[in-house]
């Protein structure tokens, strides 16, 4: 095991030396396809991503908008699947062994590679926390407890709905972060009163200590720094995810793949940008 | 985790446990968004079983508003063509709407209105759920919005207007291979979307608990008729049960209450499209192996990387990588022998019911025809074999004229 401990726990760590919320990006892993998703999510720690979110991508994304969707069957139909996510995570490892890389996906494909030996990979691979949409706390145990093992942290969803009868509920057994669905809905669509999300903050917080990132709806710099104030780090998605889609040419292929990883990788400074100066 | 070596328990009608498995089957594999709501409507559905009050409503209006009990019908030219067993159709195709769909929604509705929501969402295949479900909304005045796959809306016209006409919304779905699965994943897009006012009508026996057992409650009333009305026709049980299976709301209905009798035999058709080794079927428990979609562990048609892969079956009720929890463990119990009919099997058997005892079966039950065309045969003429009409065919004479070659 040449993985190091605690990837997660120390940025934050830093984060709060800093003084300031982090930024998590959202890419979804093998879109438009491998060789320029990999070149992107290399340079996304340069632009200013403090967190790296990918996508494993899944025939039926069911909490996800039509941005997300489209790239998952744009990575699917470049042939992605687990072992060519792992092994994206690994190559990045490579050149960079601090900052954070957490999975987000469904349960079947997890499921079906095999929730020990994917746990193992995982972590050899690099990866350190996983979020998976459709396994709630009632049914998680299969996953958390040998991603536990292997040093992985699963990260719980709380939501608009998570009341606080819910919430120890989902607080009982989550590491890493807590993930705030600003949002009762699919990613890329509506975006929440920043004065509801810091409600929401204030709430989790009662019940515990970990940082809270928040996403769903966060598509411009302007956004991502009012949520910087409020919480521990902005997740963005479908807004990255987006570019790729409209920068895809009509063949299906990318117009211009230098240009693409440029253009997805000047937005995400201008969002961490944002998020930088939000408490300044 | 011991997944094909089911022991036999000594009932089969004990389960879900309170956390909705069915074995290892079953569970609420939802988005959290969500679970507060399913929760809520867990909490809701026994509260309604608890209170007399509610089934008598529901009886009220199965007997007077969806015509129950349907008849069980002797099909005797059918069963002297074949040469075997004495076949009786339950006639669930003569309920209000034309299928046994309505069983369920008008349950649903009840329950859906005790709980206060105003809006109605639903998925469809066939139509014929989202029918039932837009009927019980005209009935008691409440917003319906239904969710349909576009190749599904094309094969399946009359029943859209039928929706349409009941003052629904019909809601194209595009994405993936737009039949029914992908409607599913919109109507669970939708709710996650509008969880204070909206309820969700799942039209089979799947999803989240409490889904599968509460769609199997409100249809189990099939079976236990069948029960009553043997001993009327016959003085006994049923030799053997037959029904189609997509999600498996007919099926599951029609067996519940035959689980613990050892000497029905039970029978499951599933759709094998153009032949299970053509990979172009709708044959999970043939085909698939178990997964986790729509919130419930269940066998799915999937590849190696588990995805989800497209299933193919000339009916639209049918076409559906997945089935419902309950099948999954009944199939690895041993307890249901769960069969393939093709495409062309359904459509011959199709025309046979229809020349021959003059009513015209869906497609879904088409596939069941086909199977009790290959059991009847070899049968003794004093088996007593009950297949589950479940719905009507006028819906699909535009798709039989087309694979029979006719222009209408």
Known sequence: MSRKQGRLKARFEYLAAEGRAGLVTFLTAGDPNREISSTIIKGLPGAGADIIELGMPFTDPMADGPAIQASSIRALDAGQDINATLAMVKSFREKDDDTPIVLMGYYNPIYIYGVERFSEDAANAGVDGLIIVDIPPEEDAELRVPANKAGIDLVRLTTPTSDEQRLPTLMGGASGFIYYVSIAGITGTKSAATSNVADAVTRIRKFSDLPIAVGFGIKTPEQAAEIARVADAAVVGSAIVQIIAENMGDDGRTKDSPDLRETVLKFVSELAQGVRTARS | ?408
């Open chain 2, 1 to 408: 985790m011991t997944i094909n070596s089911a022991e036999k328990p000594n009932t089969f009608k004990t389960l879900p446990d309170s956390n909705g498995h069915f074995g290892i089957y079953g569970g609420r594999y939802v988005a959290e968004t969500l679970m507060p709501l399913i929760l809520s409507v867990e909490k809701a559905y026994d509260e309604a079983q608890a209170d007399p009050a509610f089934q008598a409503e529901l009886d009220d209006y199965l007997t007077h508003y969806v015509g129950r009990p349907s008849p069980l019908y002797h099909a005797r030219r059918l069963s002297d063509h074949l040469g075997g067993a004495k076949i009786y159709f339950k006639r669930d195709e003569l309920n209000h709407t034309g299928a046994h769909k309505i069983n369920n929604t008008m349950g649903q509705i009840l329950l859906a209105r005790r709980m206060g929501k105003e809006r109605i969402i639903a998925e469809t295949g066939a139509g014929q759920h989202g029918v039932a479900t837009a009927t019980v909304c005209a009935l008691f005045g409440m917003k319906c919005i239904v969710y349909m796959g576009e190749t599904d809306i094309a094969r399946q016209a009359p029943n859209v207007f039928r929706m349409k006409l009941l003052g629904a919304e019909v809601v194209p779905v595009t994405s993936g291979s737009a039949t029914l699965k992908d409607a599913m994943n919109e109507a669970l897009r939708d709710w996650v979307s509008n969880v204070d006012d909206t309820y969700y009508i799942i039209g089979t026996a799947a999803g989240p608990h409490p889904y599968p057992e509460m769609v199997r409650n409100f249809q189990k009333i099939i079976g236990e008729e069948v029960r009553q009305q043997m001993m009327a026709a016959e003085g006994r049980l049923p030799d053997s049960l037959v029904a189609c299976i997509g999600g498996g709301s007919n099926a599951i209905g029609l067996f519940y209450d035959f689980l613990d009798d050892e000497d029905v035999t039970i029978y499951a058709v599933e759709a094998a499209g153009k032949g299970i080794e053509t990979g172009e079927h709708a044959a999970s428990l043939s085909a698939g192996k178990p997964g986790v979609l729509h919130g419930n562990r269940t066998y799915l048609l999937q590849d190696e990387d588990g995805q989800i892969t497209e299933a193919h079956s000339i009916s639209a009720g049918l076409d559906y990588p997945g089935i419902g929890p309950e099948h999954s463990w009944l199939h690895d119990s041993g307890r249901v022998n769960y069969v393939p009919a093709t495409d062309d099997e359904a459509l011959e058997a199709f025309q046979l019911c229809t020349q021959l005892e003059g009513i015209i079966p869906a497609l879904e039950p088409s596939h069941a025809l086909a199977y009790v065309g290959k059991l009847a045969p070899t049968l003794p003429k004093d088996h007593l074999l009950v297949m589950n009409m479940c719905g009507r065919g006028d819906k699909d004479v535009f798709t039989v004229a087309e694979a029979l070659g006719v222009t209408l």
